[in-house]
């Protein structure tokens, strides 16, 4: 039998993704929309705001066109353009959200915004003497200080009531990135900080009937990587053969890549699940979600792109 969205599993659930203009952000978000969420989408990248903030990327895509997609799956996107960096813009946020809707159900904590600061492949494995402290401060502080921010400001509308579910966004699950050397030693303490994030948030969360989870999609066909390989979503699987002109062909670990949405159907399943307290602390891949649940990627199929490591 073939797998669909419940669009009223969660409808009138308010959830906050943060970090939702491209990528695993737009993907989570458009999965709790078409599970009938309200999603309020953040980020720089606005078609309508403060261009002076927008992200280093310099992309098209932007919290607008997040918000109108959750819109048209089903659920009701709104855009709000914030830096999660700056405090007081996050402390805007917290108040316009009690102000709307007086209580957030979900807090997906997506903000990263550094694949260009942690360079191309030729780049990786510059040890830390040699590498940039600058560029490598920063990539620490949109990893882990967007998400301490966001997290104080935004988590007492979460814990005013049972139930509340906080999700951190990271790559690599914590016990494979344990024991696996990630690119730099800023980006590889990045990735492992967010899954601890996950776990100690979960631990405060507890006593207030709140769980945390630290979530990892696979390889993931975000917009950057499908242009890296002169592709789109729909015919994304021409890379693996070569036969895009003018661009490499995809590694053949690309086989088992998977949309944004199949994290996001991941997320929306774990918040429809009123016994989610089990998963707390937890660190797991979307595929882990997809065995426990049962949903599809957008294609019908179950990608696990970590059983290859």
Known sequence: MTWSPDPEALRGRVAVVAGATRGAGRGIAAALGEAGATVVCTGRSSSSGDPAIRSDYQRGETIEG??????????????????????????????????????????VNDIWGAEVLKGPPATWNTPVWRHDLDTGLRILRLAIDTHLITAHHVLPLLVDRHGGLL?????GTA?????????????????VAVNRLG?????????????????????????????????????????????????????????????????G?????????????????????????AAAYGFTDIDGTRPDSWAQH
């Open 175 to 191: 016990a494979f990135n344990a024991d696996q050397y990630r690119i730099s030693v800023y980006y590889d303490l990045a990735k």
């Open 199 to 263: 776990f100690s948030m979960g631990h405060e969360l507890e006593p207030h009937g709140a769980t945390a989870v630290a979530v990892t999609p696979g390889w993931l066909r975000s917009e950057l990587m499908l242009d890296n390989f002169g592709v789109t979503e729909v015919n994304w699987r021409a890379a693996l053969d070569g036969s895009v002109e003018g661009f490499p062909p995809a590694p053949a670990g690309f086989a088992a890549s998977e949309s944004p949405r199949y994290v």
């Open 66 to 107: 997040t918000a109108a997609l959750v819109t048209e799956l089903g659920g009701l996107g709104v855009p709000i353009q914030v830096d999660h960096l700056d405090p007081a813009q996050v402390r805007s946020l917290a108040e316009r959200l009690r102000t709307d809707y007086g209580h957030v159900d979900v807090l």
């Open 265 to 289: 159907r991941g997320i929306a399943a774990l918040a429809a699940d009123g016994e989610r307290g089990r998963w707390n602390q937890r660190s797991v891949t979307s595929a882990e979600l």
């Open 167 to 171: 999700i951190e966004v990271t790559d």
